[in-house]
């Protein structure tokens, strides 16, 4: 985000104090000159939306504080009214320990667990036709898919399959190769030369030797049982059983 896009941005110096709630700076650079923080306001950190978003509309005053990281810039927070800010901050607490709210909040998180659940299912099929191994290994499909969606789907995982840059079936076949490369491997203890390219150039390797084993499968050929897929696969806790189906609340309104 440029700066001309935050309200009344103002820099903080080198070597400002960190954490800033407990000691903000008095000074900050806007457009080039020094300021003071005017008498009364706080440092307000980034972090709670509803409170960010109530005070930009109450006081269009408020500034803005950005901090650089190299050419990068980043905002942390506002300044605003301290009493503007406590006021603001007891109402959206009152909001929060409101029954209604609290049924808001239950029904949001319902609604995304079962967003979860569907496209944990979406997304094993995907892994399914990736694989489509030959009948004679089905079941070896099966279990394979499932141990690649339990660990690239859960939310916060940061894995290729939680990206909508690319289309699921893309997804799929970056997370079978993925977890191959970890699970079946020596990728985790191999020693790569700190030299531009060259862990993309091992990478690229062994994706092609782990494709190169799943067409095996695929065309049901003979695996001995040393096979480092199912190796891996043995290796792996078992899938925990599905969660019990829940009846639909009666606050069904806020789903």
Not at 52 to 80: D, F, H, N, S
Not at 151 to 164: F, K, M
């Amino acid at each position: 985000m440029s700066a001309s896009s935050w309200q009344n941005p103002v820099y903080l110096l080198p070597g400002a104090p960190v954490p800033l709630r407990e000691r903000p700076p008095e000074r900050f650079l806007k457009e080039g000159h020094f300021v003071a923080l005017p008498p009364g306001w706080r440092f307000v950190a980034s972090g709670d939306p509803a409170l960010t978003r109530r005070l930009k509309a109450a006081c269009p005053q408020a500034w803005t504080v950005v901090k650089r990281l190299g050419k990068r810039e980043r905002a942390i927070g506002l300044c605003a009214p301290a009493a503007l800010e406590e006021s603001l901050r007891a109402e959206v607490r009152r909001e929060r320990e409101s029954p209604a709210y609290q049924r808001k909040l239950e029904g949001q998180r319902r609604s995304r667990q079962r967003r979860q659940r569907e496209y944990e299912g979406e997304f094993l099929e995907a892994v399914k036709r990736f694989l489509s191994f030959a009948p004679r290994w089905k079941a070896l499909e099966k279990q394979l898919a499932q141990a690649v969606t339990a660990h690239a789907t859960p939310v916060g995982s940061g894995t290729v399959a939680r990206t909508q840059r690319i289309p699921l079936e893309e997804r799929a076949k970056a997370a079978v190769i993925a977890w191959m490369r970890h699970q079946t491997t020596e990728y985790d203890r191999l020693w790569i030369p700190q030299v531009a390219g060259k862990r993309r150039e091992v990478r690229r390797a062994l994706a092609r030797l782990s494709l190169q084993l799943l067409q095996s499968y695929r065309r049901g050929e003979e695996m001995p049982p040393d096979c480092p897929l199912q190796q891996a696969l043995l290796a792996q806790p078992p899938s925990p059983p599905p969660p019990p189906k829940t009846p639909p609340a009666e606050d069904s309104f806020w789903l």
